[in-house]
Antibody, heavy 121, light 108 residues
Framework: ELQLVESGGGLVQPGGSLRLSCAAS????????MSWVRQAPGKGLEWVAK????????YYVDSVKGRFTISRDNAKNSLYLQMNSLRAEDTAVYYC??????????????WGQGTLVTVSS | DIQMTQSPSSLFASVGDRVTITCRAS??????LNWYQQKPGKAPKLLIY???SFQSGVPSRFSGSRSGTDFTLTISSLQPEDFATYYC??????????FGQGTKVEIK
């Protein structure tokens, strides 16, 4: 069974840091791009970052550039998101998702269950 | 960046109704468009990819189509389990993925 399990969320003060983890199972993790997608309370989905299979290419949404870093450890089948200089507007459920590609098309499947990050004093 | 505009933002419908949700791209994205369903407290679930291809296990009452930069998700006969929020997502850009703002389908 394909599975993604996030962890590491919690309450952090503005300006603080947090590291999210995503453990993958049921597929060959090292063969896929991976992404983080977030959802602020009561709001829509926002793609945050993505990372190539070997870690050589990374892309971010403008609002997190210079503050967030996506990384992976293929030996541990794990994806990470290091979040620094956190702001109140970063408060959201953060989902880990597999970038699935076929014939040049991309989509997100599967998704993890999400981990909540709350930035507040 | 490519902007995706969904309409309506919410709608009220009854079981058995035909429901149509539209997503418009700010530029041509060919058919690089996906649809997801999200229920409260749950992760999104892929319904349709490449504008009109069904994800395995998705009921046949869901369908997707494209006309230029306008994309449509249609539910032919709304079922109780279909009350949820639906999102479109473009996968044309090679660097940045973007979602529509979502359409909430509620019970009339």
């Amino acid at each position: 069974e394909l599975q993604l399990v996030e962890s590491g969320g919690g309450l952090v003060q503005p300006g603080g840091s947090l590291r999210l983890s995503c453990a993958a199972s049921g597929f060959t993790f090292s063969s896929y791009w991976m992404s983080w997608v977030r959802q602020a309370p009561g709001k829509g989905l926002e793609w945050v970052a993505k990372l190539k299979q070997d870690g050589s290419e990374k892309y971010y949404v403008d609002s997190v550039k210079g503050r967030f870093t996506i990384s992976r450890d293929n030996a541990k089948n794990s994806l990470y998101l290091q979040m620094n200089s956190l702001r109140a507007e970063d408060t959201a459920v953060y989902y880990c998702a597999r970038d699935t590609y076929s014939y040049g098309y991309q989509w997100f499947d599967p998704w993890g269950q999400g981990t909540l990050v709350t930035v507040s004093s | 960046d490519i902007q995706m505009t969904q309409s309506p933002s919410s709608l009220f419908a009854s079981v058995g109704d035909r429901v149509t949700i539209t997503c418009r791209a700010s530029q041509s994205i060919s058919d690089y468009l996906n649809w997801y369903q999200q229920k409260p407290g749950k992760a999104p679930k892929l319904l349709i990819y490449a504008a009109s291809s069904f994800q395995s296990g998705v009921p046949s009452r869901f369908s997707g189509s494209r006309s230029g930069t306008d994309f449509t998700l249609t539910i032919s006969s709304l079922q109780p389990e279909d009350f949820a929020t639906y999102y479109c997502q473009q996968s044309y850009s090679t660097s940045v993925w973007t979602f529509g703002q979502g359409t909430k389908v509620e019970i009339k």
